[in-house]
């Protein structure tokens, strides 16, 4: 039984099993209507108009940091602002992982409990990002929100000679005010990135990890998705954090 908000079109599962993606063997859930329309513009809105300062301009996608960029894997300790908290963090702790609630929500068994680490991504277009893994400094989970448009989350497993294998081995396809979440295995053995293109192909029930968890397959039918701009919202639980009061002992060891 889902926990549902019809008068903002939030419809959130009574436990993260409800929302598994059944096809990938390592945990993943993926819930199509974690923000309302409201709640998207609302973020939409604010992200755009932070200071330009807070815009780290790579050559061909931009990004936020939040609270601050890690220095040497290590966050200096500060909130996440209350646009980021709010509905964001206190939904994801609203959702029990099981439905026995034994295990508590995707973060309670994470260093603080919660995400403290907030990355805005903006993707244009045809712009993507590399596979990557994410690396050591964080909790292996991590909570996506995506905003304004649609586009594929390719996940990549490397060979046995540590090259690429550069057949995605799952697609995602991640809806707008939808939120992903991705776990263990997925996060410290498989690669992700986005492809550089205007247009996700070849999408269907066989190649689409989460096809059948999708709001709707409508926009879909013809295996297309033609990309808008697309914003997402990684939360992370960065495991060192330094008082403030460290931070220059740390700045000296740079
Ligand atoms: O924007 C996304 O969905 C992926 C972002 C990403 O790969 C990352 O932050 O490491």
């Known amino acids: 039984m889902a926990t549902i908000d019809a008068s903002q079109?939030?419809?959130?599962?009574?436990?993260?099993?409800?929302?598994?993606?059944q096809d990938m063997p390592l945990a993943a859930y993926y819930?199509?209507?974690?923000?309302?329309?409201?709640?998207?513009?609302?973020?939409?809105?604010?992200?755009?108009?932070?200071?330009?300062p807070r815009w780290t301009q790579l050559t061909h996608r931009r990004l936020q940091t939040?609270?601050?960029?890690?220095?040497?894997?290590?966050?200096?300790?500060?909130?996440?602002?209350?646009?980021?908290?709010?509905?964001?963090?206190?939904?994801?702790?609203?959702?029990?992982?099981?439905?026995?609630?034994?295990?508590?929500?995707?973060?309670?068994?994470?260093p603080h409990s919660r995400p403290n680490h907030v990355l805005v991504n903006e993707y244009p277009p045809g712009i993507g990002i590399m596979p990557h893994k994410d690396g050591a400094?964080?909790?292996?989970?991590?909570?996506?929100?995506?905003?304004?448009?649609?586009?594929?989350l390719d996940i990549y497993k490397?060979?046995?000679?540590g090259a690429l294998d550069p057949s995605p081995v799952y697609r995602v396809l991640q809806e707008p005010r939808?939120?992903?979440i991705?776990?263990?295995?997925l996060y410290t053995d498989y690669l992700h990135g986005i492809a550089d293109v205007e247009?996700?192909?070849?999408?269907?029930?066989?190649?689409v990890a989460n096809w059948g968890l999708l709001r709707s397959k409508q926009p879909f039918v013809e295996g297309r998705n033609s990309r808008g701009t697309r914003t997402s919202l990684t939360y992370r639980d960065v495991l060192k954090v330094t008082k403030l009061g460290n931070k220059f002992s740390i700045l000296q060891k740079r």
Do not use: M
């Open 9 to 21: 079109n939030v419809f959130l599962p009574a436990s993260l099993d409800d929302a598994r993606i």
């Open 31 to 52: 819930i199509p209507n974690f923000l309302s329309a409201d709640e998207e513009r609302a973020l939409l809105d604010k992200i755009v108009s932070v200071p330009r």
């Open 66 to 110: 939040w609270p601050s960029e890690l220095i040497q894997n290590r966050l200096v300790d500060a909130p996440l602002p209350d646009w980021l908290n709010k509905p964001v963090v206190s939904r994801l702790q609203s959702i029990p992982v099981s439905p026995d609630g034994l295990a508590g929500h995707i973060f309670s068994n994470s």
């Open 137 to 152: 400094a964080y909790h292996p989970i991590v909570c996506t929100v995506s905003l304004g448009s649609s586009l594929v």
């Open 158 to 161: 490397s060979k046995d000679d």
């Open 178 to 180: 939808s939120l992903l």
């Open 182 to 185: 991705t776990t263990e295995g």
């Open 199 to 207: 247009e996700d192909l070849d999408l269907s029930e066989t190649t």
